[in-house]
């Protein structure tokens, strides 16, 4: 089993290097604008989670998702030409939906701050 440092140096490694190929080397039309926000691996390097996020419609994320999952040989395949692991691990793509839910509850604080504010007066 590998080290904490050592998961999270290859995690950050792949993000990287996952926009990056996305960026230049993907061109399915389906994968547009979308940011990987994290990536997480497991402790046997087997599999990777991949979250990104994106600013669009939930049919594009559909879309994008879809997109995404058709080209993860592909992804592997090149993730694993710029990375000096034994094994590559499978990709699973998962929307992050924490920035969505970090402007929800933003916008709650700002309703219930001029609400209180309303109420003082």
């Given amino acids: 089993m590998a080290n904490e440092q050592r998961r999270r ?25 979308m940011t990987i926000s994290a990536v997480e691996i497991s402790a046997d390097f087997a599999y990777c989670k991949v979250f990104y996020t994106m600013l669009a419609p939930e049919e594009e994320r559909d879309k994008v998702k879809a997109g995404l999952k058709r080209a993860s040989g592909f992804l592997r395949t090149a993730l694993g030409k710029r990375l000096r692991i034994h094994n590559t691990p499978e990709l699973r793509f998962i929307y992050d939906t924490s920035i969505e839910r970090g402007v929800h509850l933003s916008q ?6 001029a609400d209180d504010t309303g109420h003082k007066e």
């Fill in 108 to 113: 709650l604080i700002d309703q219930a701050v």
């Fill in 9 to 33: 140096r290859v995690a950050d490694q792949i993000q990287k290097e996952l926009s990056e190929i996305i960026r230049l080397e993907l061109h399915d039309p389906r994968v547009g604008m």
